[in-house]
């Protein structure tokens, strides 16, 4: 049976935004997923970008970098 991880979720206002980070993030080889937005944390547009503990200051960092449009960062447990 697959466990929960923690991991860092990028939030976003749009799909589009959502749809833009994986793209990037594709292209640079950073690791993560698109998942479905835990009800728990918001609305918004319904997708998170999660990405391994392991990779988040490279994550951060060619977020910031690169512009990367998101709305906020959360730390949860997910598959």
């Not at 997708?47 to 949860?76: G, I």
């Amino acid at each position: 049976m697959r466990q929960k991880e923690l991991k860092l979720l990028a939030t976003f206002h749009t799909t589009t935004d959502a749809m833009a980070m994986e793209k990037a993030c594709r292209d640079a080889q950073i690791p993560g997923k698109i998942l479905p937005l835990p009800r728990s944390i918001s609305e918004s547009c319904g997708l998170c970008w999660a990405v391994p503990l392991t990779e988040e200051k490279r994550f951060r960092n060619f977020v910031e970098e690169k512009k990367l449009s998101h709305a906020d960062y959360y730390y949860m447990e997910v598959f």
